[in-house]
């Protein structure tokens, strides 16, 4: 693994490594770095590029996430953060009490009517946030609609 990164990729496994998978013309001419929480299966593209942290969902692990973070954050200063959720996301964007770089945030696109818990915390605290639905800029005018990854 190399020594910095242009863009880390954070996300829990599943439907959001799918919807980040599906963003690959956005970074792919720029350093990047996948941030998991749980098991996956490396495909082409994440090859060397992937590192796996302790999957948490709003327990005590949260804080190991923090640490994780913190070291991958001090080692590779990435510019840029793009996450599609889920508790990963909180984990890295809490780095930029001591890291400078820009957050952007995609909430799920099953988050039909209302936004994600993650999504919540993410509207306050990103720089973009992207919703995959219109209507949801309707209740959220900080929201950005750009149309659907999948």
Not at 37 to 64: C, L, N
Not at 108 to 137: C, E, H, N
Request: contains cysteine.
């Amino acid at each position: 693994m190399k020594q910095g990164y242009d863009v880390f990729l954070v996300c829990s496994c599943g439907g959001h490594l799918t919807q980040i998978l599906k963003l690959n013309e956005a970074y792919k001419d720029y350093s990047h770095l996948f941030i998991l929480s749980g098991r996956y299966d490396p495909v082409d593209e994440m090859r060397d590029r992937a590192v796996q942290i302790t999957h948490s969902e709003r327990d005590f692990k949260f804080f190991i996430n923090l640490i994780e973070m913190y070291r991958l954050f001090k080692k590779h200063k990435p510019k840029v953060v793009i996450s599609t959720g889920a508790s990963p996301a909180v984990a890295a964007v809490a780095m930029r009490l001591l890291f400078r770089f820009k957050f952007i945030y995609i909430e799920s696109i099953s988050r039909v009517a209302t936004l994600s818990l993650t999504g919540r915390i993410m509207y306050q605290l990103s720089d973009y946030f992207f919703v995959q639905w219109p209507k949801l800029t309707e209740k959220y005018p900080r929201a950005l609609f750009k149309g659907n990854i999948l």
